[in-house]
């Protein structure tokens, strides 16, 4: 299994030949001058100093969609920093898909954060260490949005599965479209070993580097419709027909046995497995 990890990191990282251009695809939205879009459109870069941290969002709205970035994380001492990249939409009642990178001491591994939110419910946080080091490379992030599941893959090797379970009585993400995120920001009141280690500022300023953007997805257009079946950046069709595979896609048995292992080996918290948080029973999904 260490083999395949590392071919599918190699696979990877090959994949940005394809890539968006950033100038078109997003806009800083906020830190003064501490996001930087650089070598034409190809990296995108955040820093974090003692004054502002920053962050970028996506121009496009999504209803759906294979979404790919490729990051390299704070490298060093990044205790106390956090590394925003997820989907939501806005309001009380908004819909999110995170990932979080938590950052750590020197020689101490950072914690991948996930988590779920539907009609602004939360609390669905499942956490990871990471099989690499991720400040010394780019690696893939990504989201796989679809009518029947949102799942989480690092190099293209699914590490969670929320499945559409309504029929059940549980919310599913499917009628808000969101915009991609990011930022980089200071979170030592509670990031690193529950807010014990705080931000340590000579090591300032802090950046990370983005680059690889890839949407195959559903973008929402005027008139509360949707345009599928191209790549961000490119002219689409109307309507859910025309999207790719990933608008169907589940994981088969082979992926499904691989997340389990992913699962079993690197899973630091699942709040699925957290009786203490949940004193009137845990969340319905966990029994299913």
Known sequence: MARVLLLLGVLAACSALAAANFNQEF????????????????????????????????KHEYLYGKIDMQLKLVPGNSAGTVTAYYLSSQGATHDEIDFEFLGNVT????????????QGQGQREQQFRLWFDPTKDFHTYSILWNPKHIIFMVDDLPIRDFRNLESKGIAFPKNQPMRLYSSLWNADDWATQGGRVKTDWSHAP????YRGFRADACVAVAGGKTRCGNTVGTEGTAGASAAGDWYNQELDLNRQRRMRWVQSKYMIYNYCTDPKRYPQGLPAECAM
């Open 107 to 118: 020689g101490e591994p950072y914690t991948l954060h996930t988590n779920v939110f539907t």
């Open 206 to 209: 802090f950046a990370a580097s």
């Open 27 to 58: 806009d800083i939205t906020w830190g003064d001058g501490r996001g930087k879009i650089l070598e034409n459109g190809q990296l995108l870069t955040l820093t974090l100093d003692h004054t502002s941290g920053s962050g970028f969002q996506s």
